[in-house]
């Protein structure tokens, strides 16, 4: 009897000691600071092959953009990796030969697609969130120009630099 006498003042003390006691509250911020990215990915312009005085020939590369979103870019392109080459008129180069062709933001061939330098036109866009990829097409025309109907027979190859500025 005794025990269960001393257990109920214990358990009695504690718990007046429980609804006597006092609290306090804080809050505190939780923050973060998303910083805008692009990323950006380019398929293999391939022409098919080209035969001198045939007719000009032309394939499409796409230009994947992922940006976070609402982030305004703009796509630039170079003149290329081969000597010579510009913006206005690109080479492709086998050996010391040359094929000239460009690159247009249109399928009319009518806007050059580079770095808004001259005439050339530059793409831009909005990012729709990383995950989500916007796509631009890339029209390109190797004409049959004099120039070309005196190529050598080879492979002929050139490297465009991609620049997203955002």
Known sequence: MRKIQAMTLIFGAVWAGVAGSATTTTTFAVTESVQATCSATA???????????AGAISNNSTISVKCTKNTPY??????????????AQRLMASGASKLQYNLFTTAAFNQIFGDGSGTS?????????????????????????????AAVPGSYTDTITVTVTY
């Open 43 to 53: 398929t293999t312009l391939a022409f098919s092959a080209y035969t001198p005085g």
């Open 74 to 87: 703009t796509i630039s392109l170079n003149g290329g990796t081969t000597t010579g080459g510009t913006v």
């Open 121 to 149: 036109k530059t793409v831009a866009g909005t990012g729709a969130g990383v995950a989500t990829a916007n796509a631009v097409t890339v029209f390109g025309q190797l004409p049959d120009s004099a120039a070309n109907q």
